[in-house]
């Protein structure tokens, strides 16, 4: 089965890289991303690459080559649909806030609008890929929903989770440590639909690491890979809290262990906390699913990983309040970093949201500074948490485009996103600007201690 036509739908941080990198692959077949938004659409096809709606280092370059030729980005979902014999089903799906469930399993109401949807418009047949992260089963449930549409044509599910992570997503795309495709290889449509897609990733991904399972190892691996990477953030993040009452140091910890090859080095950073749309919202899935089962203690297990995080984040702003005398009322603190990594403009679940928080509930004013993230995203992150009211957290927040602008008068830097320009930083300069003494707290352990000690300031880190 050759694929001539590809549709997306959803053009956010998975959807758009992904598909400029297939279509940047593969010149020969047409790549169709579509969304709903048409704010989102229209700055994909903004003639201004600089405006593209998601910053990733090097998807300019791919987008600029590919778009155009062989990659498009529309709002006409229906015409897309309909020209293509392969849909990616690429929208956001997340945690739900209401009803069954609420504050733990996912929210699949667009998932399911996107079924249906295909359901109604499709004329010819289909592979529908999952390309958002779901629980297991839910491909059993979009099967369900396509076949009962009665359009009388035959849908093949695979599931093909995405495990690029934002700010690599480029190079992650590029040289995959594996892609995973699940589907039915039990019936010969379902063998096609696999190998049609095994052919798209293999233009460029070696054959050896494309691996193809069931549906349900599929959509259970990605939610175990997101677990056990957020396990390791918050195992070192709870030994961090033990080095500073003992005198270890996190760092030479995190070195020593990660160097045991059956360890290994990744994903030991000690931190203000993990933050992005993946992390907590697949972990409170794999809870809600064990619970629904009555598999408690595996759910407990798990749960446990949120709890270390809620708990890391809650410290680190406790521990500004308590080194600037039990009170922050009144005193303006800088805050450096928003996104909830480098490299990202994207800042969901970002541990900067949850600090600033708090630190409003004690009357701090906070001057916010971050590279990529837009002024009105932040405020939008800060009336969502719905502590305050709109206009009472406008009193609290200053967001400024110049670092230096930020720490003029300020008490103290809390270092949020471990953005590289913060390490090249006139820090001498930012000393004489702040009102003494002057405090860092560094949530990312990524500046010079000694030299800053030398400078005058009181730093403080995490571990
Ligand atoms: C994650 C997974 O890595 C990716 O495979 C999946 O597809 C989506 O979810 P992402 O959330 O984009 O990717 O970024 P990731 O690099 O995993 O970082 C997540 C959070 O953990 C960030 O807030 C990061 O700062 C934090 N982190 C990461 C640490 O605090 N310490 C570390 O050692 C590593
Ligand atoms: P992710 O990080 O998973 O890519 P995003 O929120 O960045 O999540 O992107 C998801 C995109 O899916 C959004 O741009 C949203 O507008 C789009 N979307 C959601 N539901 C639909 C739908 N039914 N049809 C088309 N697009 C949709």
Not at 140 to 166: C, D, K, R, T, Y
Not at 386 to 407: C, M, W
């Amino acid at each position: 089965m050759k694929i001539k036509n590809i549709c997306c739908i959803g053009a956010g941080y998975v959807g758009g890289p992904t598909m400029s990198v297939i279509a940047q692959h593969n010149p020969e077949i047409k790549v169709t991303v579509v969304d709903l938004n048409k704010e989102r659409i229209d700055a994909w096809n903004d003639k201004n690459l600089n405006n593209l709606p998601i910053y990733e280092p090097g998807l300019i370059e791919v987008v600029s080559k590919a778009r155009g030729r062989n990659l498009f980005f529309s709002n006409d979902i229906d015409g897309a649909i309909k020209e293509s014999e392969m849909i990616f089903i690429s929208v956001n799906t997340p945690t739900k806030t209401y009803g069954t469930g609420k504050g733990m399993a996912a929210d699949l109401k667009y998932v399911e609008l996107c079924a249906r949807n295909i359901g109604k418009i499709a004329k010819s047949d289909k592979i529908v890929v999952e390309k958002s992260t779901l629980p297991v089963k839910t491909a059993e449930s979009i099967q369900s929903i396509l076949e009962n549409a009665g359009s009388g044509v035959n849908f093949e599910i695979l599931s093909n989770p995405e495990f690029l992570a934002e700010g690599t997503a480029m190079r992650d795309l590029a040289i995959p440590d594996r892609v995973l495709i699940g589907g039915n290889d039990k019936t010969e449509e379902g063998k096609k639909a696999i190998q049609a897609l095994v052919d798209i990733y293999s233009s460029w991904v070696p054959k050896e690491n494309i691996l193809t399972t069931n549906v349900w190892s599929s959509e259970l691996s990605k939610l175990t890979a997101n677990a056990f990477l957020a396990q390791r953030i918050s195992s070192i993040n709870s030994l961090s809290e033990l080095c500073e009452r003992t005198g270890a140091s996190i760092g030479e910890v995190s070195k020593a262990i990660g160097m045991d090859s059956r360890i290994g080095s990744k994903f030991l950073n000690a931190s203000v906390g993990f933050g992005g749309s993946c992390f907590q919202k697949d972990i409170l899935n794999l809870v809600y699913i064990s619970r629904s089962l009555g598999l408690n203690e595996v759910a407990e297990y798990w749960n446990q990983v949120i709890v270390m995080n809620t708990h890391q984040r809650d410290r680190f702003a406790k521990n500004i309040i308590k080194n600037l005398y039990n009170t922050v009322s009144g005193k303006s603190i800088a805050i450096f970093g928003w996104a909830f990594k480098k490299d990202t403009n994207d800042s969901r679940e970002s541990a900067a949201i949850y600090v600033a928080d708090t630190l409003i509930s004690e009357h701090a004013i906070l001057n916010i500074y971050d590279p990529k993230v837009s002024s009105s995203q932040m405020i939008f992150d800060i009336n969502y948490l719905n502590t305050r009211s709109e206009f009472e957290n406008k009193k609290y927040l200053n967001i400024k485009s110049d670092p230096y602008k930020a720490v003029e008068g300020a008490h103290a830097v809390a270092i949020l996103t471990e953005w590289d320009e913060f390490k090249t930083y006139n820090w001498k300069k930012i000393y004489q600007m702040m009102k003494k003494p002057a405090f860092i707290f560094d949530g990312r352990n990524i500046l010079d201690k000694d030299h800053l000690e030398e400078i005058g300031f009181n730093y403080n880190s995490i571990g």
